[in-house]
């Protein structure tokens, strides 16, 4: 049912390459463009799309490798790239990663800050040009098209202030980000509460990850999940200075809110109720959510569409963790690479007689196995994960090539194009399961009960009831979205992040919670004299 949406994002494409590009000199022009309505929707709305996924390094919300999702996994105590002799070290880029070690001129880092701001400017300009040609559109297409790329700017504009803190706020098409003013992080999260809370009633309400007309769109469900999201990270994001040891409360930072005052935590249950409201419920099958063809989840919000013969975007996380012998099973190649922490695998419980039942959903572990067959390695002998082996540095260990337990979860495309990196799963962004335990987290901050939420998580699973307690909502947290690019959000806002874990030492110079946030990129600085860097580091 993919091939629904083909036509919109075929054309969206064929617009953006021929409208965008200034120095195109075959450009048409612009009246010979936009005669209908649709002309107005391809090119202003539906061509932002074609950058929510990507095959690219540092492009794409998740999928590809040196970006958004890398910068929130692989930073902490979930997951990690050891350095495997000669393999992965990368001038270091990986292991800088886990240890906070992040270079302000760092070409990763800017690329992923070009890449979310090219977007927002894409969204500037389809906001002009739905303006210019006002007069094709009916009064209500007017609302709702201007709404839906109001809310995609509104979502790169989160990654942006929840990666870099202080930012350029750029909201026309006449401003550019080299001569914008910075905004504080306050400024820049009221900014997108009220986009969102603007636009959402005028979104639509169908659910983004089915196939048909909303499939792959931002809907009203993903605004209302990105306000909770919004809303459950309020203590961090409406912080001036993170680096002054002091935070504001929660149940004293209010939003209005449909015409009420609530607090951020009375606010995120708000939201998360909304989401329920809309018909989101758990699957009753943990993996379904990841199979090769999910669009009929009842349990994934908003999602990347991938197809193997529509796309561009890939997912090239299974290549990236596997072992080559593991990879050559499936018929494909792989970078074993990517690992489970050891901490990790302990929250899970490996290694005692009470696992949850997640690690296999999630890992890769100890004797492989594909189609009930030992994976054997060049000398024969069985290919085996060993969990509590990795270390960021492998090189001289006896298990340099498999330590560590490899990415699972996303089941197996075995006709995907590219080594397996372009399969037809759609890659999930946001999930329900993700709304309760917000909503479990916002109650128990807010000196409420939380046990019923976690518990039809867990038991989902058929994991046995907890009390809703922070530690046990952050553990569960992991066990529940590993792998979904959630953790540093995760871990700043419990206070961790800043913290030693696993086997990271954090040194004393981090204690001023500085590496929250990244560096503003060097190059962007050069770019805008107006920028300041972060408070931590060296500009």
């Not at 018929?331 to 901490?343: Q, R």
């Not at 290694?351 to 572990?365: E, I, Q």
């Not at 995760?490 to 961790?496: A, E, G, K, T, Y």
């Amino acid at each position: 049912m993919k091939y629904l949406l083909r036509p919109l994002l075929f054309m969206a494409l064929i617009s953006l390459t021929g409208c965008l590009d200034e120095n195109s000199k075959d450009r048409l022009d612009e009246q010979q463009v936009y005669t209908t309505d649709k002309d107005v929707y391809v090119n202003a709305v539906a061509t932002l799309y074609n950058y929510i996924g990507g095959d690219k390094d540092s492009e794409g919300l998740q999928g590809t490798y040196r970006g958004v999702y890398d910068y929130n996994t692989f930073t902490t105590d979930e997951a990690i790239i050891p350095i495997r002799g000669g393999d992965w070290y990368d001038g270091g880029f990986w292991i800088d990663l886990y240890t906070h070690n992040w270079a302000e001129d760092s070409k990763p880092l800017y690329d992923t800050w070009k890449y979310l701001y090219k977007v927002i400017v894409f969204s500037n300009d389809g906001l002009s040009t739905i303006e210019r040609h006002k007069q094709l559109l009916t009064d209500e297409q007017y609302k709702t098209y201007k709404a839906e790329v109001r809310a995609i700017r509104a979502l790169y504009y989160y990654y942006l202030m929840d990666m870099f803190g202080n930012i350029p706020l750029v909201t026309t098409v006449n401003e550019d980000t080299e001569n914008a003013e910075q905004a504080s992080r306050p400024e820049v999260y009221k900014f997108i509460v009220k986009e969102l809370q603007e636009v959402a009633p005028l979104l639509p309400t169908g659910h983004s990850n089915h196939a048909g007309v909303y499939y792959g769109r931002v809907t009203r469900s993903v605004a209302n999940f990105l306000l909770a999201k919004l809303m459950l990270n309020g203590e961090v994001y409406s912080d001036a200075d993170w680096t002054d040891n002091q935070r504001p409360d929660g149940r004293q930072t209010y939003f209005t809110v449909d015409g009420q005052q609530m607090n951020i935590w009375q606010a995120c249950k708000y939201y998360c109720d909304k989401v329920t409201a809309d018909g989101f419920t758990l699957a009753p099958d943990y993996l379904s959510n990841f199979y090769v063809h999910n669009e009929d989840s009842p349990e994934n919000i908003f999602i990347i569409p991938l197809d193997k013969h529509l796309y561009k975007s890939q997912f090239q996380y299974l290549f990236r963790s596997r072992h080559y012998a593991h990879g050559g099973a499936f018929g494909t190649s792989s970078e074993n690479g990517a690992s489970a922490t050891v901490s990790t695998v302990r929250t899970f419980g490996y290694g005692t007689n009470h696992v949850d039942n997640r690690y296999a959903y999630n890992l890769y572990s100890d004797t492989v196995r594909v189609d009930g067959n030992i994976i054997r390695l060049e000398n024969g002998q069985p290919l085996v994960y060993v969990p509590l082996a990795v270390e960021p540095t492998l090189t001289n260990s006896p298990y340099i090539k498999t330590a560590g337990a490899r990415m699972a979860k996303y089941e197996v495309d075995r006709t995907a194009f590219n080594d397996g990196k372009s399969p037809d799963n759609d890659i999930v962004l946001f999930r329900y399961a993700d709304v309760l335990l917000m909503k479990a987290e916002a109650e128990v901050r807010n000196g409420e009960n939380g046990d019923r939420e976690l518990n039809l998580v867990r038991s989902r699973s058929g994991m046995g009831y907890r009390t809703a307690t922070l530690d046990n909502i952050l553990a569960e947290r992991l066990m529940e979205l590993m792998w979904e690019g959630w953790r540093r959000n995760d871990l700043i806002r419990f206070d961790r992040f800043h913290q030693s874990y696993d086997q990271r030492t954090a040194p004393a110079t981090e204690a001023d919670r500085h590496t929250i946030v990244f560096p503003i990129p060097s190059r962007a600085l050069d770019l805008n004299e107006k920028l300041k860097q972060n408070k931590g580091y060296q500009s």
